[in-house]
C-alpha cells in the first residue's frame, strides 16, 4: 500500500471560516509533509513533521496551523485565510525525512471566497 | 538556491511516439532526484527515484537518467500511449541540512494524440 489519501478532495470556505485538511498515510513512514500549489506552478513545501513532531515552517503564515496527532495523521487547521490562499494542498509522506521517496496523495482543492 | 529547469514546457506527439523530457538543475550536490506525473487537478504520482550514487532507473516503457556533472536528467518513455498525457514534473533534493526538501521544475505538459 504506497497510499496517502487526503479529505476532503474540495473545500469551499468563507474568510471568517474555521476549517481542517486532514491526511492519512499506513506505509509506517515517520516523515509528513504539507505542499501548496497555485495553478500552473509547480508544488511549494510549507511544512515537515518528522516523528510527529514539526521540524520545517517554510516562514508560513500563521492562519495555517499543522498538527500531527500520530504517526499516521497530519492535520492542517485553517483560520481567517485570504482569497489569495486558495490553492491544492498536497499531502506527502516519506520514511524519514531524509529518506528517499516521498508519496503524494491527491490533493485538497480548496477555494476562499 | 537550487533551481529546476523543465524543457520543453509542453510537448504534443502522435501516439507510438518514443519522447524524451528533459530536467536541468543547477547545484550537483543533489541527495536525490524524482519524476513525478500529475494529470489535471490531481495529486503527484511517484514515477522513478534517482539516487545520487545511481546513473538511471527503468520502470516499464520508463527510463530515468542522471548526470550529475552536467546537472541534467531526462525521462524517456517508450511507445507513447494517449493514457500517458498528463504533466510530469521532475524534483530534487540537496544533500545535507534540506535533504527533505523537494524543489520542483515546472513541469513538461504531455499530450499523446491516438
Known amino acids: 500500500d504506497t497510499e496517502v489519501t487526503q479529505t476532503p478532495k474540495h473545500l469551499v470556505m468563507g474568510m471568517t471560516n474555521k476549517k481542517s485538511l486532514k491526511c492519512e498515510q499506513h506505509m509506517g513512514h515517520r516523515a509528513m509533509y504539507w505542499y501548496k500549489q497555485k495553478a500552473k506552478k509547480p508544488p511549494e513545501l510549507m511544512f515537515v513533521?518528522?516523528?510527529?513532531?514539526?521540524?520545517i515552517n517554510e516562514s508560513v503564515p500563521s492562519r495555517f496551523s499543522p498538527e500531527c496527532p500520530n504517526s499516521s495523521l497530519l492535520n492542517l487547521h485553517l483560520h481567517a485565510l485570504q482569497p489569495e490562499d486558495s490553492a491544492l494542498y498536497l499531502c506527502?509522506?516519506?520514511?524519514?525525512?531524509?529518506?528517499?521517496?516521498?508519496?503524494f496523495g491527491q490533493g485538497t482543492r480548496l477555494t476562499v471566497v | 538556491k537550487q533551481e529546476v529547469t523543465q524543457i520543453p514546457a509542453a510537448l504534443s506527439v502522435p501516439e507510438g511516439e518514443n519522447l524524451v523530457l528533459n530536467c536541468s538543475f543547477t547545484?550537483?550536490?543533489?541527495?536525490?532526484l524524482q519524476w513525478f506525473r500529475q494529470d489535471p487537478g490531481k495529486g503527484l504520482t511517484s514515477l522513478l527515484l534517482?539516487?545520487?550514487?545511481?546513473r538511471e532507473q527503468t520502470s516499464g516503457r520508463l527510463n530515468a537518467s542522471l548526470d550529475k556533472s552536467s546537472g541534467r536528467s531526462t525521462l524517456y518513455i517508450a511507445a507513447s500511449q494517449p493514457g500517458d498525457s498528463a504533466t510530469y514534473l521532475c524534483?530534487?533534493?540537496?544533500?545535507?541540512?534540506?535533504?527533505?526538501?523537494?524543489?520542483f521544475g515546472k513541469g513538461t505538459l504531455l499530450t499523446v494524440n491516438p
Open positions: 513533521y518528522s516523528y510527529e513532531k514539526l521540524s
Open positions: 547545484d550537483s550536490a543533489i541527495y536525490n
Open positions: 524534483a530534487m533534493s540537496l544533500s545535507g541540512g534540506s535533504n527533505y526538501k523537494l524543489t
Open positions: 534517482i539516487q545520487s550514487s545511481q
Open positions: 506527502a509522506s516519506s520514511l524519514q525525512p531524509s529518506a528517499a521517496e516521498a508519496f
